[in-house]
């Protein structure tokens, strides 16, 4: 049994933690809401060693790397979140992986989380914008697509106004887009921009690109409802199947958190026993 390490101890709020592709270093984010600051560090565990990257005056929001290890992508706010995340306005820019070179890729004046980088495509980044709750609660989002080698690259939009947009998740082959919505999704085949819709969310790509796992919600709202876990064929238009029965030993149970085995042979999931009937 390994023992954890600590790498970052009451200095702030610590998140966006994001390995490289080689898994040789952890970048993550330290957020200091007292002081209005925040800083990218990047920690390398085989030499006990920890850099500061930047220093931000501000939020740091969201963090990933790029394909070749070469440079990371974050979107960073000049003031901190207010009560809803979704508050934070925020943009898009990149730093090289050994620090310096900081470059900003958007201007759009609103919040910007759920980056992906393709995994296949150094000129190919995902994001989300989110639109200013409304006084319902409710939020719309856009999903673009940028070139963050080229400054001042044009984003492009794939979908608009889309209520509850959640975060990107490319195939590990690069072909597809998958995102979920309030209480669905949608596959985007990429080399195409043809759109499939999804009956559910919470997404997990098989190993080989070739199938999908996703949550359902069967009526209601999520925290009352039966949340099943589905699957799909990419290349077979209408497929979705039950990954697993719907009762075990007699006992409703709610499907949740699906991963694949490296194999494909199987997959694990956590389920709740004697959930809730389905709202009606």
């Known amino acids: 049994t390994k023992r954890a390490t600590i790498i970052a101890e009451d200095e702030g709020d610590v998140g966006s933690g994001s390995w490289s592709p080689d898994g040789k270093r952890l970048a993550f984010v330290l957020n ?11 920690h390398e565990p085989d030499a006990s060693l920890t850099t500061a990257l930047l220093a ?26 207010g009560q809803h995340s979704f508050s934070c306005k925020s943009e898009v ?36 914008l989110y639109s200013d709750m409304d006084q319902f609660g409710g939020i719309n989002g856009d999903l673009y697509l940028i070139d963050p080698t ?14 509850y947009l959640g975060c990107p998740d490319w195939s590990p082959d690069g072909q597809y887009l998958a995102i979920g919505t309030y209480e669905s999704g949608l596959l985007i085949d990429m080399r ?19 199938a999908l796992l996703f949550e359902t919600i069967g009526g209601g709202v999520s925290m009352v409802a039966m949340r099943r876990i589905r699957w799909i064929d990419i290349e077979s238009p209408y497929s979705e199947h039950h990954a697993a029965e719907d009762f075990l030993h007699g006992k409703r149970f709610w499907q949740t958190n699906a991963d694949w085995a490296p194999d494909m042979e199987e997959i694990a999931f956590a389920g709740l026993l004697n959930a809730p009937d389905p709202a009606p």
């Open 192 to 210: 195409t921009l043809v759109q499939r819709p999804i009956s559910g969310g919470a997404m997990k790509w098989s190993p080989d690109s070739t």
């Open 93 to 128: 820019y990149t730093i090289n992986a050994g620090g310096g070179g900081i470059t900003k890729l958007t201007s759009h004046g609103g919040n910007i989380s759920g980056l992906s980088w393709s995994p296949t495509d150094e000129n190919t980044l995902a994001y989300v």
């Open 150 to 163: 080229v400054p001042d690259s044009q984003p492009a939009a794939l979908l608009k106004n889309i209520f």
């Open 56 to 81: 931000w005056e501000g939020w740091i929001c969201s963090l990933l790397w790029s394909p070749d290890g070469e440079r990371l992508a974050f979107s960073g706010a000049v003031e901190k979140p």
């Open 32 to 42: 200091r809401a007292s002081e209005g600051s925040a800083e990218l560090r990047v």
